[in-house]
């Protein structure tokens, strides 16, 4: 799924910008854990397939939150904004599964099959990204790219409705 998305995502988030896509791609990543779970309560091998390439489509999307930091900061501090996200992605990949047994627990409490916690847990966190990104990645990192690279100067943390008052300013979106 992963690959398969590359360059949609890509050409999706030319259209509508960083955070619409990144949000779009872990909506697909809640979709597909949901599916994995249910796949998996329902006994299912082919639904928990359909789940798992779902969830690879958001994980691609995901990815591409590097581009987003390397989209909002001056040139010469792009290379540390995408080290932190690689960073920060290295510290859920080792943190990530200390979840796994009490997702497990949880979910045999509840009468569940057990591996379905995960999927569960996996599915709130990526909701949870859905609302922060979509919330406070401000301003939009295309726009901010688009703007500079015609020659309007956007400082990091600057609100873009400042620079879009300007009716000097023509951007196309």
Request: with cysteine.
């Amino acid at each position: 799924g992963r690959a398969l998305v590359a360059y949609p995502i890509g050409w999706f988030m030319g259209k509508v910008g960083r955070r619409l896509g990144i949000s779009f791609g872990f909506s697909l990543s809640v979709a597909g854990t949901l599916l994995c779970a249910y796949a998996l309560l329902a006994g299912s091998f082919a639904l928990f397939c359909l789940g798992a390439l779902i969830n690879g489509f958001g994980r691609g999307a995901g990815e591409q939150a590097r581009y987003a930091a390397a989209d909002i900061v001056p040139p010469d501090r792009e290379a540390r904004a995408i080290g932190t996200i690689v960073f920060a992605a290295t510290i859920g990949a080792i943190l990530g599964p200390l979840l796994l047994a009490p997702s497990i627990s949880a979910a045999e409490t509840r009468g569940m099959v057990p591996l379905s916690g995960p999927y569960l847990i996996t599915a709130a966190l990526c909701f949870v990204a859905v609302v922060v990104i979509f919330v406070f990645l401000r301003p939009e990192p295309m726009r901010t790219v688009r703007l500079e690279h015609e020659g309007v100067a956007v400082a990091p943390g600057r609100p873009m409705r400042t620079v879009f008052a300007d009716p000097t300013v023509k951007l196309a979106v």
